[in-house]
């Protein structure tokens, strides 16, 4: 029996408990890491997170309320209804998010050949299948918008002074016309399912897969102590570094010594 | 002390400066109104075939939003001259810009709204004037070379693709009254 005790805290003992520690952290800063470089190749910047859990975690959660607007099309002779919503800066085709938008929404009405969408000095025409067709400047006929309506299928704009402006038939010209017969967009309350699907398409576009691969990396995705756990990750690694280059000399001087030792006490 | 103060003092102000320097330069109708002595023609549009549109995304580098693009023409044979608002975005925002079309050459190129922080240089009469004349070659390319504004590099792209659509454009249309 020998008085030797084993040597609880060497180098080469916490090189391994600390590459243990770190291990999980170090194989996430390094993909991550390797992610980010090749942001554009993997298409981060344009590929949106779907997993609710990520979503609300993230608190992705509109203000305010949509603004929606039901309109009538047709379809093979048959009228179709769909729903126009506004909502943080968005518009949506049912639960399709078709662009973005700059300023408030005063209406949306279904007419002969398009779907017309009312902003302060915008109008916006979709096709009856949501296709984007058109942004238009209305402020070279008028501005301020306060009112989208209909009168024989064309689209009528009540401005604030107030002025009614209709439409021709292709949507390139207005004349002004006197406030008779117009059938005005009325707001639209979404049912529960509308709404719920509408907020699935909004948040759809809310978090982009770039954004949760950088907070992952630098740790800010678990808040205030994931960006302490990543530097002490960052610290670890450094550690692992010159314990490693630590243990690696003693070993090679032991192995020098032993060398040395056999060689000149071989008998 | 005081002058590093100064320093500091003028590099933040030169940066709040370049932070405000966009914004909207000319309302897109009151350009029309100018391009065409304030009586400005019936707006037209020109509806995108599959192939027109095939064209614009191989300028633009991505697909064009929409079905349908408005312009203003007046005047027929040489003294044709058609105007067209186009909108390209920058890096993350659209940049408006205004461009005049006459016999086959740029005549005119504004840049109306800049919305982004950075690149608004090419508002400047030094950068666009270096279009004017410029002739949209078969592989869709300009004539001309454009000298790039370093800073604002993808300003300066998104501006020469714009240029190279609406002279896609006034040739489409041209070629549609030829027929």
């Known amino acids: 029996m020998t008085n030797r005790k084993p040597k609880r805290f060497t180098a080469f003992l916490w090189h391994r408990r600390i590459g243990l520690f770190a291990l999980v952290l170090i194989i996430t800063l390094s993909v991550t890491g390797i992610m980010l470089n090749h942001t554009e190749r993997l298409d981060l910047d344009e590929t949106f997170v779907s997993n ?39 518009l949506f085709f049912d639960d399709v998010a078709i662009t973005t938008l700059e300023q408030d929404v005063h209406g949306a009405v279904g007419v002969a050949q398009f779907i017309v969408v009312a902003l302060d000095n915008e109008i916006i025409l979709l096709s009856y299948e949501g296709e984007f067709i058109e942004r238009v400047s209305t402020s070279i006929s008028f501005s301020d918008i306060q009112r989208l309506g209909m009168k024989y299928e064309r689209p009528v704009i009540e401005t604030s002074e107030p002025l009614y402006y209709m439409a021709d038939e292709h949507i390139l010209d207005w004349d002004v016309i006197t406030n008779e017969e117009i059938k005005w967009a009325q707001p639209y309350t979404l049912r529960d399912d509308e709404y719920q699907q509408l907020l699935i398409a909004y948040r759809g576009k809310g978090l982009r897969l770039e954004r949760v691969i950088l907070d992952l990396h630098s740790g800010r995705i678990f808040g205030q102590w994931g960006v302490y756990l990543m530097d002490a990750a960052a610290i670890a690694l450094l550690w692992l570094s010159l314990s490693g280059l630590w243990v690696w000399s003693s070993r090679r001087r032991k192995m020098r010594k032993k060398k040395h030792y056999q060689k000149h006490h071989r008998n | 002390m005081k002058r590093y103060l100064y320093i500091i003092f003028a590099i933040l102000s030169l940066n709040s400066f370049a932070a405000q320097a966009g914004g909207v330069y000319l309302q897109p109708d009151e350009f029309i109104n100018q391009v065409f002595d304030n009586a400005p023609p019936k707006a037209r549009v020109l509806w995108l075939k599959k192939e027109l549109k095939k064209q614009i995304a191989d300028i633009l580098d991505h697909k064009y939003k929409g079905l349908r693009i408005r312009y203003w023409q007046r005047g027929d044979g040489d003294n044709r001259k058609s105007a067209w608002i186009l909108e390209e975005t920058g890096k993350k925002e659209p940049i408006t810009t205004g461009i005049v079309i006459k016999d086959n050459q740029i005549e005119l190129i504004k840049v109306l709204v800049f919305r982004e922080s950075r690149g608004w240089e090419v508002r400047h009469d030094f950068f666009t004037d270096q279009f004017k004349q410029a002739k949209l070659k078969k592989d869709h390319r300009l004539s001309q070379t454009i000298d790039n504004i370093s800073g604002a590099t993808l300003s300066v792209r998104a501006v020469k693709k714009l240029a190279r659509i609406a002279l896609l454009l006034d040739q489409t249309i041209q070629n549609e009254t030829d027929k």
């Open chain 1, 52 to 90: 609710a859990w990520l979503l609300n975690w993230y608190g992705i959660q509109p203000d305010e309320n949509p603004i929606s607007y039901r309109v009538e099309t047709q379809r093979e002779d048959q009228p179709v209804n769909h729903i126009i919503s506004a909502w943080q800066h968005q």
